[in-house]
């Protein structure tokens, strides 16, 4: 003899009204799961995949920029025989601007690496050709500025490392750029219709510091 559903309300009150509210919980979390990864995987996808992403925005080429440093620093001091000797002022700074780049062919003829330095709202601009440069990861190139244009642009403020507000380096060969690298992350090329001052950013062999770190930077071509 079968079993008579209909003659057994309490039967389907308890194990029909169950089953009704446990398919809607079922639906209902179904439709919280969904919620949450149109939210969520979209957040997250932007904590983990912003940098690689941002990173893959660089063109991949022979030659890339890693990294830009500045410093203020003082002269150097020498002592030497046959002449009078002076002493310089240890309160004078100079702008040092080091660039860390990486080059892939084992040997290149030349590069030019432009300087682009934003200063109080002044932009200087400088260039120096490096030669025979060798393949590695850890190739340095370095331009300054004198303290007396530091003072002429800097006016009556104080010179701090704030002062300099954004730097830009590029790397040409042969008159095409092939990286471009920025100190404060800005629009490519954010230095294109400011004014800029030549003749203020010097290389290395134009200053002070010419017969120092030769192992350290590579090397100038001669103007």
Known sequence: MGFDYQ????????FG?????????????????R????????????????????????????????????NLISSPQFNYTGAQQYQANLNDRWLEVEV???????????????????????????????????????????MYVSPRALARFIGRGVLTPNSVQNIAVQILQKGAIKDE?????APGQWYAGLPAVSGVVLNKNETPFAPLYWDRYEQIKPR
């Open 7 to 14: 003659s057994a309300p309490g039967f389907y009150l308890r």
């Open 17 to 33: 009204a169950w089953s009704f509210s446990g398919a809607w919980c079922l639906e209902l979390g179904i439709f919280r799961a």
């Open 35 to 70: 919620i949450l990864a149109v939210i969520c995987l979209p957040i997250l996808g932007t904590l983990f995949l912003t940098p690689w992403a941002y990173a893959q925005t660089r063109p991949v080429s022979d030659f890339q920029l890693t990294k830009i440093t500045k």
């Open 100 to 142: 860390q780049f990486a080059a892939a062919p084992e040997f290149t003829d030349e590069l030019t690496f432009k300087y682009f330095i934003l200063l109080n709202g002044k932009l200087l601009t400088g260039e120096v050709t490096h030669v025979n440069v060798a393949a590695g990861r850890e190739k340095l190139s370095v």
């Open 181 to 185: 690298l920025s100190f404060t992350r």
